[in-house]
């Protein structure tokens, strides 16, 4: 909460007090963490054998653009 972020996690049907959630913050996180775990299904990013930072990033990003590429591919 020191950084401004709040928990958005859906709240149980029988409980008395309704808390502060949003379905469509709650789709988004569920996008994000499905695409880390695509992300992580290369070996290099999930073991993280790059020494610098730099080049970590810069796989990232290669994994990120065969991923677009791929979803991109199946729609066409």
Do not use: H
């Not at 988004?28 to 290369?42: P, S, W, Y």
């Not at 730099?54 to 677009?68: G, K, P, T, V």
């Amino acid at each position: 909460m020191k950084k401004g972020a709040w928990a958005n996690i859906p709240p149980k049907r029988n409980r008395s007090d309704p808390i502060c959630f949003s379905p469509y913050l709650y789709r988004a996180r569920n996008q994000v963490e499905r695409f880390f775990n695509r992300i992580k299904q290369c070996r290099r990013v999930a073991t993280r054998y790059d020494r610098l930072a730099a080049n970590y990033l810069a796989f990232i990003q290669l994994a990120s653009i065969r991923l677009w590429l791929r979803l991109n591919e199946s729609a066409s």
